[in-house]
């Protein structure tokens, strides 16, 4: 079956230190691929998505392309800020009838002023 | 102004007891979903509805039940409660086949 690995955290990072979180993923399809982001006490927001292979998704400075020759997923950023300490969740998803998200384990993400 | 909310944030229970959370969404969306978080994080798919009837029914126990009343609600009722019951809860919605977007979420604690 489907199923996405994610880097098991916590990362802990300083302010505006380069922020890679590594996501792969085993699919039967041509799944679309998402992040999402928990902020403490909060529900998940989604952050950004890839719809097919080669194309990258960004939102507020965060950015990830989807490689399907290595499966993978991962997460960047420049420059992080304490403001994006939260939980980040890899995810991939078929537009069926289904619809259903299948989701990584999450990692952790601690930035230090 | 929420788009996807649910009710209540917090619940703590007895074992034993028959509890229910509600959602709601106000963005017009067809499909409506319940995902449960363990202490770990990990998430994992419950239920899925779209207009009111069941599309995906992953291996969840029986004393689990989603009711739809209409497409903007899809409310999750939990009877005879156990300990391992004890997670946080996210509904999310959609249109058909379409992105999800997620409530805040129910933190339930079964004592």
């Known amino acids: 079956g489907d199923s996405v690995t994610q880097m098991e955290g916590p990362v802990t990072l300083s302010e505006e230190a380069f922020l890679t979180i590594n996501c792969t993923y085993t699919?039967?399809?041509?799944?679309?691929l998402f992040w999402y982001v928990q902020y403490p006490g909060e529900g998940l927001q989604l952050l950004l998505k890839?719809?097919?292979?080669?194309d990258k998704g960004s939102n507020k400075g965060f950015e990830a392309t989807y490689r399907k020759e290595t499966t993978s997923f991962h997460l960047e950023k420049g420059s992080v800020q304490v403001s994006d300490s939260a939980v980040y969740f890899c995810?991939?998803?078929?537009?069926?009838?289904?619809?259903?998200?299948?989701f990584g384990g999450g990692t952790r993400l601690m930035v230090k002023p | 102004d929420t788009a996807v909310s649910q009710t209540p944030k917090y619940l703590v229970t007895q074992m034993g007891n028959d509890k229910s959370i509600k959602c709601e969404q106000n963005?017009?969306?067809?499909?409506m979903y319940w995902y449960k978080q363990d202490s770990k994080k990990f998430l994992k798919i419950m239920f899925s509805?779209?207009?009111?009837?069941?599309?995906i029914n992953e291996t969840v126990p029986n004393r689990f039940s989603p009711k739809s009343p209409d497409k903007a609600h899809l409310n999750l009722h939990i009877n005879s409660l156990e300990l391992g019951d004890s997670a946080v809860y996210f509904c999310?919605?959609?249109?058909?086949?379409?992105?999800?977007?997620f409530g805040p979420g129910t933190r339930l604690t079964v004592l």
């Open positions: 999310a919605s959609s249109r058909f086949r379409d992105t999800q977007y």
């Open positions: 699919a039967t399809g041509y799944p679309s």
């Open positions: 890839a719809t097919k292979a080669d």
């Open positions: 995810a991939l998803h078929y537009y069926n009838a289904g619809n259903m998200l299948t």
């Open positions: 963005l017009g969306h067809d499909t």
């Open positions: 509805y779209n207009n009111k009837e069941l599309i």
